[in-house]
């Protein structure tokens, strides 16, 4: 019995001695229990320049990939990282470096006839593709104002992110009511005296028909196009036929 109990009292000791020494020297030294580092900041970093300086602060990089793709960043830059710079942790964490996506996606360029152009504008932003120019185009329907009528890149063409495009927009135009006026009558004036009438009312005079008589007064207007008190453009050119006299 008595060789019993001391049995019991060396494994106690013993059990009690392991447990210390895993608490106070293994676990410590295991976890490192206590020890925290900063993490430095390595955005705009190349990944290799940001990775050795992780690595000095005694942290590993991991290397991951934007979920989009951005214009005009190379694809070896950190954008951004994870823990962020300045905070507190255990030595040997491991930090994510995102970089850009390596080659840029394709897709569908949309049909954007007839929609308007600040929602044609807000689309291509999406897609990061540039508007290089914006040509208009007279419109008369109110309906077609503001808004796509061509593009240079055809719906559905597949071109990646950054592509450039241009675009028609219709832009309204007033139609302007122009006057009419009324051709006066010149049946039976001479010739000069019909064409200053006609010229007086806006309107022009053009080749001059003849038609022989010998019983009409000669050089006077027997026949005009269009017929008096017609009401026309001003400009139109008004038809005259005057009578010779046979040889």
């Known amino acids: 019995m008595k060789k019993t109990a ?16 895993m608490d106070k020297v293994v676990m410590p ?6 020890e925290e580092v900063t ?16 690595a000095k602060a005694g942290l590993s990089a991991r290397k991951t990939y934007n979920v989009r793709y951005i214009r005009d960043v190379d694809s070896t830059t ?44 807000r689309t291509l932003q999406r897609f990061d593709m540039t508007l290089t120019e914006v040509q208009e185009q007279a419109v008369y329907d109110v309906g077609e104002d503001g808004r796509v009528l061509g593009q ?9 992110y950054g592509a450039s495009i241009s675009l028609v927009v219709g832009r309204i135009q007033e139609q302007q009511q122009v006057a009419q006026v009324s051709v006066p009558n010149v049946l039976g004036l001479l010739l000069d005296d019909a064409r200053e009438e006609i010229l007086g ?47």
């Open 6 to 21: 001391v049995w019991a009292g060396v494994v106690a000791v013993i059990t009690g001695a392991s447990v210390l020494f």
């Open 29 to 34: 030294g295991y976890t490192r229990h206590g």
């Open 39 to 54: 993490v430095p900041d390595v955005e705009q970093m190349a990944y290799d320049e940001a990775a050795a300086t992780l």
């Open 78 to 121: 950190v954008i951004v990282q994870r823990p962020a710079a300045g905070s507190a942790v255990k030595p040997g964490r491991r930090v994510a470096l995102v970089v850009n996506k390596q080659e840029k996606p394709l897709f569908s360029v949309p049909d954007f006839y007839g929609k308007p152009l600040d929602e044609v504008r």
């Open 152 to 160: 240079s890149v055809p719906p559905s063409t597949q071109v990646t």
């Open 201 to 247: 009312a806006g309107l022009n005079t053009g080749n001059v028909m003849y038609e022989y008589s010998s019983l009409l007064v000669p050089n006077t207007v027997i026949n005009q196009k269009p017929a008096a008190n017609t009401l026309t453009d001003p400009g139109r050119v008004v038809e005259l036929t005057i009578v010779i006299t046979p040889d």
